[in-house]
């Protein structure tokens, strides 16, 4: 069974900082993408970074660049999101999710993840 749990949410004022986790297990493929997504109260949802496991490519929203990281640590099977300078706008539930079709690179579409977390919640105070 694929599953996902994300942690790291919380309460945070303008300007902080936020590490969200990404524990995933269930899978045996070596291929696959790794994508965070965000939605806020009365929105789409949003994607935010991903990650290839085929290539170690990595790709952010533009308007997050500069701030939101992704990275893995491939012993542990988790994924993690550094979010930098957060702004009152960044306050959503954060969602990690995988994309088993593997190959190189990864997409922000949420129509190719297959399997998704929980989420975790992020305000950020102004």
């Known amino acids: 069974e694929v599953q996902l749990v994300e942690s790291g949410g919380g309460l945070v004022q303008t300007g902080g900082s936020l590490r969200l986790s990404c524990a995933a297990s269930g899978f045996t493929s070596d291929a696959y993408g790794i994508g965070w997504f965000r939605q806020a109260p009365g929105k789409e949802p949003e994607g935010v970074s991903c990650m290839s496991s085929s290539d170690g490519h990595t790709y952010s929203a533009d308007s997050l660049k500069g701030r939101f990281t992704i990275s893995s640590d491939n012993a542990k099977n988790t994924v993690y999101l550094q979010m930098n300078s957060l702004k009152p706008e960044d306050t959503a539930v954060y969602y990690c999710?995988?994309?088993?079709?593997?190959?190189?690179?990864?997409?922000?579409?949420?129509?190719?993840?297959?399997?998704w977390g929980q989420g975790t919640q992020v305000t950020v105070s102004s």
């Open positions: 999710a995988v994309d088993l079709a593997g190959g190189y690179g990864c997409y922000l579409h949420k129509g190719r993840y297959d399997f």
